[in-house]
């Protein structure tokens, strides 16, 4: 269901929309428009409810965080204009000025005391933030303007993770839940856009906000739409309805680039797509049975011979070459080259199914067993295609595995009940750097230490959160980046998830448009301005 926010546009703003061929963007004035189509499917409105990239894309034109993160993943200052260390554990940001919330009212520490105590509060058994803030033992607010956040030990990362909280209102989140969020009675930011209207998994309203701090925006309104759909989503660009795409089909890049009317954009990814399986079960294991279809007394992921053998059944290069069709890098660890804890000692599995076939046999499976890979059909680019590749390069090995692809509403709330016993899903290491990752896709799920948000298989190890817990609390960067390194080693070397590709962002624009392409994948209309005449 549709919620209307605003029962009447300006009348400047509708008599732009009429003037528009239906979707599209007006060629010239202030009064452009701006229609997007995504291929990830949003959830809520709530900045604080899940934790994944197409909800934090949406977010970001609404809430803004104290610091943010540019297209290539550098810091730069947002709400907070400067920032500070007092001493090892307590940093002091100091609030711009004369920021408005979008009912008129200031920006204040307050509403950031009130934020950094919401975020981990929020009802959510997967995807939270909590992991962000896990480091913060309390808030001061020294002015109206000034902030001091204290960390239970030295935490020299806590500005690289404040830049996914944004902040939210005290005057109108107090006592809001996600649904008044997403109904638009909480949704009051800072943001360089209003919320008019949102419709969950199907499209969201927005109009520019004119008293924005930062520079304009050159969209009077913006239309953000779902369309999971990849053949539909190519369409909608070339027949004017759209003007943006995001995960531009494979299938179809070819044909786009050639294209005059069309500008693709591209960018090195922070996203890995990777296999993960169920630890949360030592007996009686779900989705796994022994070749005649019993059920196995125990869980075979738990035997590293087995993990190590579905790893190196998988043939990352026929999948990033074949499957998706040059879209994807080959990886073994959740970073790309090129950043600080990118560790490249870690090499990319091999392709080796006949020793795959071996540890099988040395784990009591000579003839295999059978599985069933879970996975979102509306999330990544070729998500069930590359399940289904897997699942043919497992069969081969004697692991007869059947697919079973889901929507993405239904697949993350079944994975967040640990009810998969294998899933293909992804993680976008959005700080770039490894930490995040380490505490909330690795780390042990600990809801009162914040840590294992992301961790829906449940994983767990002691040796590595006690390494991640010391590497986050150091203080010299060369020494801490030495330690991440580290961890991200023996975190692969176990095999805690198979890793199968870093992505290759793309988004296609029409004519007389460009995009900033971004290394977090978010798709947001301040990327998009018009091509210089």
């Known amino acids: 269901m549709t919620r209307n926010i605003r029962q009447a546009w300006p009348a400047a703003l509708l008599a732009g929309a009429l003037a528009l061929a239906p979707g599209g963007a007006e060629a010239q004035g202030t009064n452009q428009n701006l229609t997007i189509g995504v291929g990830g499917a949003f959830t809520t409105m709530d900045p604080h409810f899940y934790n994944a990239s197409p909800n934090a894309s949406l977010s970001s034109h609404v809430f803004e965080p104290l610091v943010v993160r540019d297209a290539r993943a550098a810091l730069t200052p947002g709400l907070a204009e400067s920032w500070r260390t007092i001493s090892d554990t307590v940093w002091e940001f100091r609030l711009r000025a004369g920021v408005k919330w979008h009912d008129g009212r200031d920006l204040t520490a307050d509403d950031v005391a ?17 992991g962000y803030v896990r480091a913060i033992s309390r808030v001061e607010v020294v002015n109206p303007l000034t902030v001091r956040i204290h960390t239970a030990s030295p935490h020299p990362l806590l500005t690289v993770e404040l830049g996914s909280i944004f902040i939210v ?24 856009y209003r919320l008019v209207s949102y419709s969950q998994g199907d499209r969201v309203v927005m109009e520019r906000n004119g008293q924005h701090w930062d520079r304009p925006q050159p969209w009077a309104r913006v239309n953000y739409r779902m369309i999971g759909n990849d053949a539909a989503r190519s369409a909608a660009l070339l027949s004017g309805d759209v003007d943006v795409i995001d ?10 680039r050639r294209d005059p009317r069309v500008t693709i954009s591209e960018i090195e990814s922070l996203r890995m797509i990777h296999v993960a399986p169920d630890w949360s079960r030592r007996e009686n294991p779900i989705f796994v049975s022994d070749t005649a279809g019993r059920p196995l007394a125990t869980n075979p992921f738990l035997d590293a011979r087995v993990r190590r053998a579905l790893n190196i059944a998988i043939n990352r290069t026929a999948l990033a070459e074949r499957v998706m069709e040059g ?20 090499p990319v599995p091999p392709f080796d199914p006949e020793a795959a076939r071996r540890l099988l046999a040395e784990a009591g499976f000579p003839q295999g067993f059978r599985l069933t890979l879970h996975t979102p059909n509306d999330r990544y680019p070729n998500d069930s295609r590359v399940a289904q590749a897997v699942a043919q390069m497992w069969t081969r090995i004697g692991v007869q595995t059947s697919i079973e692809a889901l929507p993405w509403s239904t697949f993350s709330t079944r ?3 640990q009810e998969f016993g294998m899933r293909l899903t992804g993680w976008g290491s959005s700080t770039g750097e490894a930490s995040i990752a380490l505490a909330n896709v690795y780390g042990t799920y600990d809801r009162a230490a914040r840590t294992g948000s992301a961790n829906s298989g449940r994983y767990s190890n002691p040796a590595l959160d006690a390494l991640v817990r010391r590497a986050v609390s150091t203080v010299d960067d060369a020494r801490r980046e030495e330690m991440l390194r580290e961890a991200v080693k023996m975190t692969m070397e176990d095999d ?15 004519k007389g448009l460009t995009y900033e392409p971004r290394m977090d994948e978010r798709t947001v209309a301040m990327s998009v301005r018009p091509s210089a005449p």
């Open 114 to 130: 009130f934020t950094i105590a919401r975020v981990p509060n929020v009802p959510n058994t997967a995807g939270s933030f909590g």
């Open 169 to 192: 209102s005290r005057h109108v989140g107090e006592g809001a839940a996600t649904e008044d969020y997403n109904s638009g009675r909480a949704a009051i930011g800072t943001g360089p």
């Open 247 to 256: 995960q531009v089909p494979s299938s179809d890049l070819a044909r786009l």
């Open 327 to 346: 879209t994807a890098v080959p990886n073994g660890q959740w970073l790309p080259p090129g950043l600080a804890t990118y560790n490249p000692n870690v």
């Open 415 to 417: 994975a967040s009940r």
């Open 496 to 510: 805690a998830s198979f890793v199968l590709f870093q992505l290759v962002n793309f988004w296609a624009v029409r």
